[in-house]
């Protein structure tokens, strides 16, 4: 599958299923890391804070709950599950850049949310069968060169009963949204992106939601992979859609 209109240009993100898929994009969110966060303000108006509480009320996670929030980039997912678990449970956070990392540490320290931050390959996440409550995936799915095996991943690390959060971009299908949608996210946030220094990374992002699994089509994969009670939330006018699914007791 391509995650690029012309994936063989110079500059260009390569096909999904190439071996250097990873590596261009392991290497994109190394660029990106330091503007990373004001890019996500700007690109959602401050409402991806919200939606990530929304992906933390679906895990379902409680006092004492151990989770795992995979492709955390700077950690805001991951400290939003530490406010909500509280000092008693265990929060990890994983990715594969190590600059996100070093602002998701960073970020943990300065608001006294502590969390276990470290590298991590999202197709072979380095933890036990049933280690986790919850695993939590926000932004990030869309960036997993095999969703279906990134899925089997996270879904092999929860325990029974555990919860399977997916946080993600849609492409809302009603006008006059779709039409706003289209206006924004294909042509001006790539020039926000070439404001910020890295228009390849910013262009990459719309490619990578046009060509991301429809929300019915991603509730399919998760039943496929074994979650029972499989449902989305749509949030921001179908912008936003939390999947969340139940691994069987």
Same mark, same amino acid.
């Given at each position: 599958m391509s995650v690029s209109p012309d994936p063989e240009a110079e500059g260009g993100i390569p096909q999904r299923d190439s071996e250097e898929f990873a590596d261009q994009v392991r290497g994109m969110f190394d660029r990106i890391? +330091?503007?990373?966060?004001?890019?996500?303000?700007?690109?959602? $108006? +401050? %409402?991806h804070h919200e939606w990530r509480q929304r992906a933390v009320e679906r895990a379902e996670v409680r006092r004492g709950s151990d989770a795992l929030d995979v492709c955390c980039g700077t950690g805001d997912l991951a400290l939003e599950l530490r406010r909500q678990i509280g000092a008693d449970g265990r929060v990890v956070g994983c990715d594969f850049?190590?600059?996100m990392l070093e602002l998701a540490r960073r970020k943990s320290g300065d608001e006294d949310l502590p969390v276990e931050f +470290? !590298? $991590? @390959?999202?197709?072979?996440l380095p933890y036990g069968d049933g280690s986790f409550d919850a695993v939590t995936i926000g932004f990030g799915a869309r960036n997993l060169a095999d969703l279906d095996r990134g899925i089997a991943e996270m879904a092999r690390v929860l325990r029974p009963e555990g919860r399977l959060v997916i946080l993600e971009i849609s492409?809302?299908?009603?006008?006059? %949204?779709a039409g706003f949608y289209s206006l924004w996210f294909d042509r001006l946030v790539p020039v926000l992106g070439s404001l910020a220094g890295d228009p390849e990374a910013y262009s990459y992002l719309p490619d990578s939601v046009r060509t991301f699994p429809e929300p019915e089509r991603l509730a399919?994969? %998760? @039943? $496929?992979g074994g979650l029972t009670d499989?449902? !989305?939330?749509?949030?921001a006018g179908g912008i936003i859609a939390i999947h969340s699914g139940t691994k069987p007791a």
């Open positions: 890391a +330091g503007v990373y966060d004001l890019m996500n303000s700007a690109m959602t $108006a +401050g %409402l850049s190590e600059p +470290g !590298w $991590a @390959d999202a197709l072979d492409r809302p299908q009603r006008q006059p %949204l399919a994969k %998760l @039943d $496929a499989v449902r !989305w939330l749509l949030l």
